[in-house]
């Protein structure tokens, strides 16, 4: 494996600003994914990927044509976009060879990555660590598993001894507001199971996910000039401060939760006086609990239109996507050949469960399989995200491995 080709990639993509826009009407959301989706195609052109494209949508698909007859054609998947909360307009990375060790602080902001928040730090002591300067997040979910597919298929592409099938690429879009299967079918794949390149550390093979909803929250008061507004005013900020008040505080949120616990996550809100939304995020391992959670929102709403019946407060929920365990079950090879393939790359497997959602919980609700596998990503959605090349590089270890088992079975 060429490290060099690795990090070069990398470092390419992220300085790409593919920062997705939950606001916006179009499909991507920000032209940065169309950039980024077109040099990802011309790359897989000159590797000789020969079929690579990049469709209306931004969606990129390739196929590496298989050497072993009769083996059946397996996917590998990654979203271009970076999460709408922190900037990704001009990422400058820090590398640091020969991590000593210790915290690390960055360039700017006095941000500091710390041990103790980070104690994966300990035994990566001696590799090359990669962060920005402290002002944009890294990137590294999902470009390290955009990098990982890709220097993968270079070293198929150039090593054709390698026993393989076909092998379907798909680099997809604005993954990170709920829409990055949105224009894609298993069909468009062509292939019996997926894994999408989007986690932390390595050898993690994820087949469960939180399942998900969505929520917004409507609050509609009574505006008018505050000279005059005694006994007249419902003033609904004032209301949505109550109503975020009353979620729960010491259970059922992100920052009190943790492994199977689920939430209720108050993530945005904008308005004024006369009316204000609060945009919420659900998320169950359960999935009928979903339910009850957007019973427990309605509950709270009803208790302040009593207080104030000149108000009117709407709960309006959707389904963003669900748990794939049970997807993901019906083929129990997904999972099983992974850790084959994972030991293969000289690595132990470890079984985890998603805290959030990736393409793969709605391909797998679609039809297709599709578990989670490492690459290196850590402190995702935030200026002190930082990810590891050595891990990034066991991560195309067991892609490549992965292909050679699923072609000898």
């Given at each position: 494996m060429n490290t060099h080709t690795l990090l070069d990639r990398f470092l390419r993509y992220v300085r790409i600003d593919t920062k997705a826009d939950d606001k916006a009407t179009t499909y991507p959301s920000s032209p940065g994914q169309l950039v980024l989706g077109a040099m990802l195609r011309d790359e897989l052109h000159a590797m000789g990927v020969t079929d690579a494209i990049q469709n209306e949508y931004g969606l990129v698909f390739g196929t590496i044509p298989g050497n072993v007859p009769g083996a059946p054609t397996i996917a590998f998947n990654a979203h271009v976009d970076t999460n709408p909360e922190n900037s990704g307009h001009n990422v400058q990375p820090q590398i640091i060879r020969n991590y000593p060790g210790g915290d690390i602080p960055l360039p700017n902001n006095g941000l500091v990555i710390r041990v103790a928040e980070n104690p994966e730090l300990n035994s990566l002591i001696g590799k090359t660590i990669i962060t920005t300067d402290g002002t944009t997040l890294l990137g590294a979910d999902d470009k390290a598993g955009v990098a990982v597919i890709m220097e993968a298929a270079r070293i198929l592409m150039e090593n054709p001894h390698i026993p393989h099938g076909p092998i379907r690429i798909v680099f997809t879009c604005d993954e990170e507001i709920g829409w990055g299967v949105k224009h894609l079918e298993p069909a468009q794949i062509g292939a019996v199971v997926a894994y999408t390149l989007d986690g932390a550390g390595t050898g993690e093979i994820e087949d469960e996910t939180f399942s998900a909803d969505a929520a917004t929250v409507t609050i509609t008061g009574v505006n008018i000039h505050p000279s005059i507004a005694k006994g007249r005013m419902v003033n609904a900020i004032r209301l949505a401060a109550q109503f975020i008040d009353r979620l729960p505080k010491r259970h059922c949120s992100p920052e009190t939760t943790a492994d199977r616990e689920g939430f209720l996550h108050p993530l945005h809100i904008e308005g004024g006086v006369g009316e204000v939304k609060i945009q919420l995020l659900l998320r169950s391992f359960d999935t009928p609990e979903l339910t009850?959670?957007?019973?427990?929102?309605?509950?709270?709403?009803?208790?302040?239109?009593?207080?104030?019946?000149?108000?009117?407060?709407?709960?309006?929920?959707?389904?963003?996507?669900?748990?794939?365990?049970?997807?993901?079950?019906?083929?129990?090879?997904?999972?099983?050949?992974?850790?084959?393939?994972?030991?293969?790359?000289?690595?132990?497997?470890?079984?985890?469960?998603?805290?959030?959602?990736?393409?793969?919980a709605q391909l797998t609700e679609k039809g297709l399989p599709t578990p989670n596998l490492s690459t290196g990503e850590h402190n995702p959605h935030s200026p002190l995200e930082w990810t590891c090349l050595e891990e990034m590089e066991a991560a195309v270890r067991v892609v490549i491995e992965l292909c050679q088992v699923w072609a000898g079975h």
């Open positions: 009850a959670q957007a019973d427990l929102l309605r509950e709270i709403a009803r208790h302040i239109e009593r207080d104030y019946p000149e108000a009117k407060i709407q709960v309006h929920t959707r389904k963003q996507y669900r748990n794939m365990k049970d997807g993901i079950a019906r083929m129990p090879q997904a999972v099983t050949f992974a850790a084959e393939a994972v030991r293969r790359a000289g690595l132990q497997p470890k079984y985890k469960s998603i805290r959030g959602g990736t393409d793969g």
